[in-house]
């Protein structure tokens, strides 16, 4: 869902599915931008979760794990879902799945340098940026960190994994582990998303057994959230026109 031309008076309606403990967090942003991007992040994650689970958005509380990954509640057992949520300057993004993923999303115009692939990027993920031309460096190395953070939060243990003890093969996405990992790529299935020309998207997860997984990806209309609060209504929602074409 995209959060840019939204202001406080706009989000202010969404504000009464969310916790004592989200309000605070909220308020403790200095900037106007981050506590609406906070406020539609997170009700957001409600909304999804009331679609997914039939119970209404504001019943659901959240409990962080050893590494700080939240599992969402409904009284005194968990919701019986799995979700991820992801939001940068302008996008908030959640994912919802019944078993453990990871979600990333970062804007395509970011400002990034690329000293950083040096200092936590495999070899073989450094080489590939080198052989692409220099116009395309940057996006190629949000292709590999959006993949990167679906797969660190998709185990659930952050930056507690090295980002040197994994690689990416970008097109089509697969992970290759140094051996002190100690785990299997095939186990691992990733699917990234080109949004409008605008964001990178990447989600994760440890694979299934059998056919591969169906992964759909919906558009969020702001005003579709405000009948949402009703959990007699559904998420308005429409397929994200995206398009994922390889890299040269």
């Known amino acids: 869902?995209?959060?840019n031309g939204l202001d406080e008076p706009a989000v202010e309606p969404?504000?009464?599915?969310?916790?004592?403990?989200?309000?605070?967090?909220?308020?403790?942003?200095?900037?106007?931008?981050?506590?609406?991007?906070?406020?539609?992040?997170?009700?957001?994650?409600?909304?999804?979760?009331?679609?997914?689970?039939?119970?209404?958005?504001?019943?659901?509380?959240?409990?962080?794990?050893?590494?700080?990954?939240?599992?969402a509640w409904i009284g005194g057992a968990t919701a019986?879902?799995?979700f991820n949520l992801s939001h940068t300057q302008g996008m908030v993004a959640v994912a919802v799945a019944p078993f453990e993923h990871g979600l990333d999303v970062e804007p395509l115009d970011r400002g990034v340098s690329l000293d950083i692939a040096d200092h936590y990027f495999c070899p073989e993920e450094i080489a590939w940026l080198k052989s692409l031309p220099a116009a395309r460096r940057g996006e190629g190395f949000l292709r590999l960190w959006t993949l990167k953070e679906a797969f660190i939060k998709a185990t659930g243990r952050g930056l507690s994994q090295g980002l040197d003890s994994f690689w990416f093969n970008v097109f089509p996405p697969a992970i290759r582990f140094k051996a002190a990992m100690g785990d299997d790529p095939a186990s691992w299935w990733f699917e990234q998303r080109d949004i409008d020309g605008e964001f990178?998207?990447?989600?994760?997860?440890r694979s299934l057994r059998g056919p591969?997984?169906?992964?759909?990806?919906?558009?969020?209309?702001?005003?579709?959230?405000?009948?949402a609060v009703d959990p007699s209504e559904p998420v308005a929602r429409r397929p994200v026109n995206s398009v994922m074409a390889p890299m040269a």
């Open 14 to 71: 969404w504000a009464a599915v969310l916790d004592a403990s989200e309000h605070a967090r909220a308020a403790r942003f200095v900037f106007a931008r981050n506590r609406v991007e906070y406020t539609a992040a997170h009700v957001l994650v409600r909304c999804a979760l009331a679609e997914a689970t039939g119970h209404p958005a504001m019943t659901f509380r959240f409990e962080a794990g050893t590494y700080g990954k939240p599992t």
């Open 80 to 82: 019986g879902v799995h």
């Open 200 to 205: 990178m998207a990447a989600v994760g997860f």
């Open 212 to 227: 591969a997984p169906l992964v759909t990806w919906w558009r969020v209309e702001p005003g579709a959230l405000v009948a």
């Open 1 to 3: 869902m995209r959060v």
